[in-house]
């Protein structure tokens, strides 16, 4: 089967298309013929030696978000048949193997992809999805009537947690250029900030909660406009446990919480029940076949994508 491979860590010119040999599942497994395989910022900054390139061997396969077919079943997997369609986050963070043709999942991790839900749509809900569900619901507890902020609100994870804190009845506000706002409107943001002209912490009354998928210089300014007993929830790693963030959080009376996505069959379950119903709308902004993954990788660095970018193996 065809893979895309990274003989080496580097740019995005790094990939190489490699003839690789079928996996085979053990117990507990299914192999999959990947259909859609989404790209998430932990794959472009892992391609680079960042991310979590240290749980990876040369040649390396990246990519964990799979929408596929089943193929075949292991042992004791008996929880969908051949021509299931399934998606998942795979293993993360451990390697597996999404940007090929075939992959072996764990059963557990894989839930069905509503017949109404597109492969590409499919492909780029897991680690997106579980993310926001992960942060508003384990870490904020966000409830009906609060108010909260979240940051990149057009991007990968901004756009599906909107809709989440829309449904369960919160005030909304979110940052993103100008041009996305009619479109995060729609998604039922009550006020969108264009952070490149405003200083989001001066437009806006105090909120309950903030979603950072900034870090740095956004998330400190953050703290100023959450109400004390508040929560901001963290996503990027590479600002985790800063002293002057925390020190800012102690002074204000609020919580900072970093989170770490785990892969989860069951909240997979939940997530296509939304998409089924029409609850949560997953916009794909671009997809590439897999031998133009270099490209969709440079799409994704260029920090503006709205939505998510997919691979078609
Ligand atoms: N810890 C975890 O478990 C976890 C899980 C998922 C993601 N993450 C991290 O969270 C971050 C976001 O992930 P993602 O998939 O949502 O990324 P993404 O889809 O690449 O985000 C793109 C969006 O970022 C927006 N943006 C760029 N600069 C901004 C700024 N200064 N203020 C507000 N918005 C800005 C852009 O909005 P406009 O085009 O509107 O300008 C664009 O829509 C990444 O660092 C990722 O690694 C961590």
New binding site residues.
């Given amino acids: 089967m065809q893979a895309a491979t990274l003989p080496q860590f580097g740019d995005a010119n790094a990939f190489e298309m490699t003839e690789i040999p079928m996996p085979r599942p053990a117990a507990g497994q299914l192999l999959v013929r990947v259909k859609a395989a989404g790209i ?3 794959d472009y ?1 892992t391609r680079s030696g960042k991310g979590q390139a240290q749980r990876f061997t040369l040649p390396a396969i990246l990519g964990w978000d799979i929408a596929g077919q089943i193929v075949d079943a292991g042992v004791g997997a008996h929880k969908f048949i051949p021509g299931d369609r399934v998606f998942g986050l795979s293993r993360f963070p451990e390697p597996a193997n999404a940007y090929a043709q075939f992959a072996v999942v764990q059963e557990q991790e894989f839930a069905r992809i509503p017949d109404n839900i597109s492969d590409n749509v499919a492909g780029g809900t897991p ?2 999805a579980l ?1 926001a569900w992960e942060a508003l619901y384990d870490h904020a507890q966000l409830q009906t009537g609060q108010r909260i902020l979240i ?8 756009h599906i947690a909107v809709q989440l804190a829309h449904n369960t009845g919160a005030y909304v506000i979110g ?3 100008a ?2 706002h009619a479109y995060l409107r729609e998604l039922g943001v009550d006020e969108c900030i264009d ?2 002209n405003v200083q989001f912490e001066k437009e806006t009354a105090p909120v309950d909660v903030v979603l950072d ?3 740095g210089d ?1 998330a400190l300014r953050s703290l100023d406009i959450i109400k004390p007993g508040g929560i901001m929830v963290s ?3 590479m600002f985790k446990d800063d002293p002057q963030l925390l020190a800012k959080a102690r002074e204000k009376g609020v919580r900072v919480q ?4 785990r892969p989860s069959g069951e909240r997979m379950e939940h997530i296509a029940n939304l998409m089924a119903s029409g609850k949560l709308q997953v916009k794909v902004d671009a997809a590439y076949p897999l031998r133009e993954v270099a490209k969709a990788h440079q799409a ?1 660095e260029s ?6 970018v997919v691979l078609i193996p």
Avoid: E
């Fill in positions: 998430n910022p932990v900054k680690l997106a993310t940051h990149a609100a057009a991007g990968g994870v901004g940052t993103a250029s041009q996305n952070y490149h998928a900034m870090g956004t996503l990027p790693s970093w989170m770490f996505v994704l920090h503006h994508i709205h939505g998510k």
